[in-house]
């Protein structure tokens, strides 16, 4: 009985043994505790934003407050941009329903489009692609909390921690800057914001008050965020008149070392002709004069080399390309926005906006 009862004792140890060996396993496998206010970095941004005379008292509950998510570490190892090709990604981004919320869109923010044209020389299409690609014109301004997201990738996404700490302590700054509350305004998993996701230092050097109501607001303003992306473009050097992309012929292998060179233009179109490589002509350019090029032989351009629906799609892409992969670095992102700004300039065109209605002045009528 005493080696039976000694048995026992020694089988019960065990057992707690293994499931105590379990749950510590399964505590480590857990997502941690975030405990971010006592991270030593953000004891260091605390104190540096004091310094700056932002309230270290809230500073310190904002950190506290924040949740690391893991869904977050998730969709930024696989973004679409990395894990698609051009035949499937333009699926996501050219239905004739975002083409439709465009065009209704436009109509509703004339006025503020026709400015932002004049003011920094960005087409309309271009624009409303760009909110278009990011939010669907404000349906879908993203679900994760701005403050989760950037504390979970700033204190536990090791290859990119210091950038999002950086945008952590500019979206505290935008609460004093731009009276956004820091604990409750969602975004993207980046922490993107607002129509056109500016992400909190985007939205500190490029947001612009469109509307006039000495508020900058992203979030609920549909005029600011169309001047803010018209900015942003301006200031990235867009170049009013000069064509983004023509599709291009290929003869010959010449065309293999210009694809390797990535889509900064770094060589002339004059170059690309001797390699082989030449942009299609208006006149037998299907897809429109929007993609051909009447340009001088000393041109910079890039070469693209993209899989799509039907196999190989060879584009020359000018600076103005290079100028919309600054808000997305991704060769499809600028393609989506360039495509689907054409099939808004064409939807636009083919359904005008009834003239204003008449007024006294118009109508010739003195008072």
């Not at 505590?27 to 206010?37: F, K, M, R, S, V």
């Not at 731009?178 to 490029?206: K, L, N, R, V």
């Not at 064509?243 to 170059?271: C, E, H, M």
């Not at 030449?278 to 340009?295: E, K, P």
Request: proline content about 5%; charged content about 25%.
């Amino acid at each position: 009985m005493r080696q039976t009862f000694a048995l026992r004792h020694r089988f019960a140890g065990l057992a707690l043994g293994l499931i105590a060996g379990l749950a510590s396993a399964a505590t480590a496998n857990a997502a941690p505790e975030a405990d971010y206010a006592e991270r030593p970095q953000a004891r260091a941004m605390i104190d540096s934003l004091g310094a700056k005379g932002l309230d270290k008292v809230r500073l310190r509950e904002l950190l506290n407050d924040a949740k690391r998510q893991d869904a977050i570490l998730t969709a930024i190892a696989r973004p679409a941009e990395r894990t698609l090709d051009w035949a499937r990604y333009q699926k996501i981004f050219l239905q004739e329903s975002r083409v439709q919320k465009g065009v209704a869109f436009a109509r509703q923010h004339r006025d503020a489009l026709d400015r932002a044209e004049r003011q920094y020389g960005v087409p309309r299409e271009i624009i409303l692609a760009i909110i278009g690609v990011e939010t669907l014109y404000g349906q879908h301004k993203g679900q994760y909390r701005v403050l989760d997201a950037l504390a979970t990738l700033g204190f536990d996404y090791p290859p990119r921690g210091e950038f999002f700490r950086k945008q952590l302590m500019a979206l505290f700054e935008l609460e004093r800057e731009a009276h956004i509350d820091a604990s409750e305004i969602t975004g993207s998993y980046a922490g993107a914001m607002g129509y056109p996701q500016f992400i909190p230092t985007s939205y500190q050097a490029y947001a612009v008050d469109f509307d006039g109501d000495d508020v900058i607001d992203l979030v609920n303003s549909p005029a600011d965020a169309i001047g803010s992306v018209a900015h942003y473009f301006h200031e990235h050097r867009w170049q009013p008149g000069l064509p983004v992309a023509a599709r291009a012929r290929i003869d010959g292998n010449g065309y293999q070392a210009l694809a390797k060179k990535g889509y900064k233009p770094s060589f002339t179109l004059d170059d690309a002709r001797k390699n082989g490589v030449v942009a299609v002509s208006c006149d037998s350019d299907t897809l429109g004069s929007q993609y051909c090029f009447d340009l001088a032989a000393n041109t910079p351009v890039a070469l693209l080399d993209l899989t799509g629906t039907d196999g190989h799609e060879f584009w020359l892409i000018t600076d103005n390309f290079y100028v919309i992969t600054r808000y997305n670095h991704s060769e499809l992102y600028a393609m989506a926005v360039l495509q689907l700004s054409k099939r808004l300039a064409e939807a636009l065109a083919a359904s005008p906006p009834p003239p204003a209605p008449a007024t006294d002045a118009t109508r010739g009528v003195a008072r």
